[in-house]
């Protein structure tokens, strides 16, 4: 089971494989990049080929250090997660890890502390993971899984070496969907597609959730209508309450008017995300210029971009919708 069996996430795998292959991992990593996109399937892997016994710059995935890692118990590789009913990383946490760390490998070849996602450690427990960061124990490699650098303290974040996580292809999902669960193709697809390159949204039992969410947000776009400026403020408004919700909300609005998009230059629904929503998408084709639809697209990704950044939110949403209803 080795890399090569990781669907996907070319560009940091050769990034670590070749920081592997020199021995020159760094003390710590920042992996970026949208939800349940593989980033913690990534961390493991590379944990697994730190441990394994035999090969050192790949893995085996049957050795005995290899199945701790699958199973969860390898005594030097941890995986650090709000306590069980908590919503938080505590300092406690991050200080007993710390003194994991600094003790030596058990059974592998470094201590190795995988923690997901990062933004959930409070203040206190980011500070006191950046002590250990200032002064890594040798021999230690800590990993830090998160979908945007926000809530991170910067001095954090500059102490690790960032790699970049990106969705898959919709085709790579299905593909995915189909070997691992049996599923149909029609449905692999639809499921894909509404992931957004996710397969662990794919997989996730909130899909169905989201399915209908991104559902009721779409027709509100729909929904307004030409001059109605008010109206788009206040869903503008409404979004803005949540930053996940809000980017999500512009991952599903650049989806949607890609779909728009293909359905105006092929007039069919072969390869649309939003299978379920085919009518109204027939409908919208009429309403826009291709043009437009471009423009729209990239403003929900600027949006996303600038949300990201922590931009005032409501501001950001109200002019994106401000500015949808100017195009329509
Ligand atoms: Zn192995």
Redesign the pocket.
């Known amino acids: 089971m080795p890399f090569s069996t990781i669907i996907g996430h070319d560009k940091p795998l050769a990034i670590l494989r070749r920081a592997l292959g020199k021995d020159r991992l760094p003390h710590a990593y920042l992996f970026l990049g949208p939800e349940g996109v593989g980033k913690k399937t990534v961390a493991l892997a590379l944990a697994?080929a730190i441990q394994?016994?035999?090969?050192a710059s790949d893995?085996?995935?049957?050795?005995a250090?290899?199945m701790r890692v699958t199973n969860r118990n390898h005594p030097d590789v941890r995986v650090l997660e709000p306590a069980s009913g908590k919503k938080e990383i505590s300092i406690q946490q991050v200080r007993d890890l710390e003194r994991e760390l600094s003790l030596k490998p058990f059974s592998g070849r470094r201590k190795i502390a995988v923690v997901d996602p990062a933004r959930l450690m409070n203040t206190p427990a980011q500070n006191a993971l950046l002590k250990t960061l200032e002064e890594p124990p040798r021999d230690s490699l800590i990993i830090l899984i998160s979908t945007s650098t926000g809530g991170l303290l910067p001095t954090l974040i500059s102490r690790c070496v960032r790699l970049s996580f990106t969705p898959l292809a919709v085709d790579v999902v299905a593909e995915l969907l189909v070997a691992r669960k049996g599923m149909r193709q029609e449905q692999a697809r639809f499921l894909a597609g509404l992931s957004m390159g996710s397969p662990g949204r794919a997989l996730s039992a909130e899909l169905e959730l989201l399915v209908e969410r991104r559902r009721v947000w779409l027709e509100k776009i729909c929904s307004l209508g030409a001059g109605d400026y008010q109206a788009a403020m206040a869903v503008g408004g409404e979004l803005a309450a949540e930053k996940e919700e809000s980017l999500r909300f512009l991952e599903w609005a650049q989806g949607w008017y890609r779909d728009i998009m293909v359905y105006a230059i092929q007039k069919n629904s072969d390869r649309i995300l939003n299978p379920d929503c085919e009518e109204v998408i027939r409908q919208q084709a009429n309403r826009y210029s291709l043009e437009r639809l471009l423009l729209l697209r990239s403003r929900a990704a600027r949006t996303a971009a600038r949300i990201q950044r922590n931009v005032n939110r409501r501001l950001a949403l109200e002019n994106f919708f401000i500015q949808t209803l100017r195009m329509s």
């Not at 893995?59 to 050795?63: L, Q």
């Open positions: 697994r394994c016994e035999e090969s893995f085996c995935g049957r050795c250090n290899c």
